[in-house]
């Protein structure tokens, strides 16, 4: 891990400028990343509670690892690290001198637009905008921005915890240029991450299959089936996966696997998802009436530590 400068060449220039919009746990995951990784990071939201919520995640993350990588010295690990973040409420100025925008702010398609036309007008004609989008549609988002910008536009989604989660989905749209492409790959890269690329389609790769098969096992809870421990027990031991569907529900959110089907039930027929899988399930929608979000709400399917306000995700 290197605290210095060094950014990724592209044919129409260097980026070593990272803006990030929204101080959530995806936003600070991927300011951390970036920092880590030796971009000169800026993280924007609009409040400064919401930044401060952000960096207390990041400097969390750090001592973390920290503790592996830097056992003598966590405080001056996270602090070389710490020091390659700034902060600030100001969007345009946020964004005056950077190569590369990703945004991570509430998955709301007009608030989303509104950001990225506003940014059209500030950022430099070089620069790459990108969306953390989980459910959204990147050509929509992009609509907003002229059309020299749709082609340096272009989905990047990444996965929780952002500094262990190896993946990076890169989302082209029929707009986007080779060159924004490569050049995101090669940022991804650089920040220790696995490119995949996909096209704007419901859910790309991973919640395009991990989605239905969350839904289905509140379903098979829902009926009487079986615990939500024996099925996270079952997928664990006999599925090979790192946590079961229940825990990583709580883990992500039980709100943002209920938005993300509310999307596509909309969208319905379209990324050949059928009704069937995304019908309302009425267990789902009551917990988080209840306001039983997971992790982020500190109850869940099961009763979960509550990590930190989350005003963004
Ligand atoms: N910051 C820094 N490092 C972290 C971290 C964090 N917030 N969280 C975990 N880590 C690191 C640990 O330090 C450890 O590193 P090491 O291997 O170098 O020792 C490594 O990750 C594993 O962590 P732990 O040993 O503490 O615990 P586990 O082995 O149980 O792993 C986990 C934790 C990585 C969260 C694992 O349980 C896992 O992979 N779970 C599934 C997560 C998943 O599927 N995420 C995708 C969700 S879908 C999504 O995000 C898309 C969105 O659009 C909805």
């Given at each position: 891990?290197?605290?210095?400068?060094?950014?990724?060449?592209?044919?129409?220039?260097?980026?070593?400028?990272?803006?990030?919009?929204?101080?959530?746990l995806m936003?600070?995951g991927i300011?951390q990343v970036g920092?880590?990784n030796?971009?000169?990071?800026?993280?924007?939201?609009?409040?400064?509670?919401?930044?401060?919520?952000?960096?207390?995640?990041?400097?969390?993350?750090?001592?973390?690892?920290?503790?592996?990588?830097?056992?003598?010295?966590?405080?001056?690990?996270?602090?070389?690290?710490?020091?390659?973040?700034?902060?600030?409420?100001?969007?345009?100025?946020?964004?005056?001198?950077?190569?590369?925008?990703v945004?991570a702010?509430?998955?709301?398609?007009?608030?989303?637009?509104?950001?990225?036309?506003?940014?059209?007008?500030?950022?430099?004609?070089?620069?790459?905008?990108a969306s953390n989008t989980s459910?959204?549609?990147?050509?929509?988002?992009?609509?907003?921005?002229?059309?020299?910008?749709?082609?340096?536009?272009a989905g990047l989604h990444f996965f929780n915890p952002v500094p262990a989660m190896k993946l990076v989905e890169i989302v082209r749209?029929?707009?986007?240029?080779?060159?924004?492409y490569?050049?995101l790959r090669s940022i991804t890269e650089q920040m220790g991450k696995s490119p995949v690329t996909c096209k704007?389609?419901?859910g790309f790769i991973v919640n395009r299959l991990l989605i239905?098969y969350?839904?289905?096992?509140?379903?098979?809870?829902?009926?009487?089936?079986?615990?939500?421990?024996?099925?996270?027990?079952?997928?664990?031991?006999?599925?090979?996966y790192p946590m079961?569907?229940?825990?990583l529900?709580?883990f992500v959110?039980?709100?943002?696997?209920?938005?993300?089907?509310?999307?596509?039930?909309?969208?319905?027929?379209?990324?050949?998802?059928?009704?069937?899988?995304?019908?309302?399930?009425?267990?789902?929608?009551?917990?988080?009436?209840?306001?039983?979000?997971?992790?982020?709400?500190?109850?869940?399917?099961?009763?979960?530590?509550?990590?930190?306000?989350?005003?963004?995700?």
């Open positions: 891990v290197s605290s210095g400068i060094r950014g990724v060449s592209s044919r129409s220039g260097k980026v070593e400028k990272l803006t990030v919009f929204g101080a959530g936003g600070a300011a920092a880590q030796g971009f000169k990071v800026i993280l924007s939201d609009v409040t400064d509670k919401a930044l401060q919520n952000g960096l207390n995640i990041i400097s969390k993350s750090l001592s973390r690892i920290g503790k592996k990588t830097q056992p003598d010295d966590v405080e001056g690990f996270t602090k070389g690290i710490m020091d390659n973040i700034s902060t600030t409420t100001d969007a345009g100025e946020a964004v005056e001198e950077a190569d590369l925008v945004e702010i509430i998955e709301s398609l007009k608030i989303k637009r509104d950001l990225f036309g506003y940014l059209d007008t500030k950022a430099k004609a070089g620069c790459i905008f459910s959204l549609s990147i050509t929509e988002i992009a609509q907003s921005c002229s059309t020299e910008r749709q082609m340096r536009f749209t029929t707009h986007t240029s080779d060159e924004t490569e050049t704007d389609t419901p239905p969350l839904l289905d096992a509140i379903r098979m809870v829902e009926r009487g089936d079986a615990t939500p421990e024996d099925v996270d027990k079952a997928m664990e031991l006999g599925g090979g079961g569907p229940f825990k529900l709580d959110g039980l709100d943002t696997a209920s938005y993300i089907a509310q999307g596509w039930r909309e969208k319905s027929g379209s990324g050949g998802i059928s009704e069937e899988v995304v019908k309302p399930i009425p267990l789902l929608d009551r917990l988080v009436k209840e306001g039983k979000m997971g992790r982020k709400s500190g109850k869940g399917f099961y009763d979960v530590p509550k990590l930190f306000n989350s005003p963004t995700f």
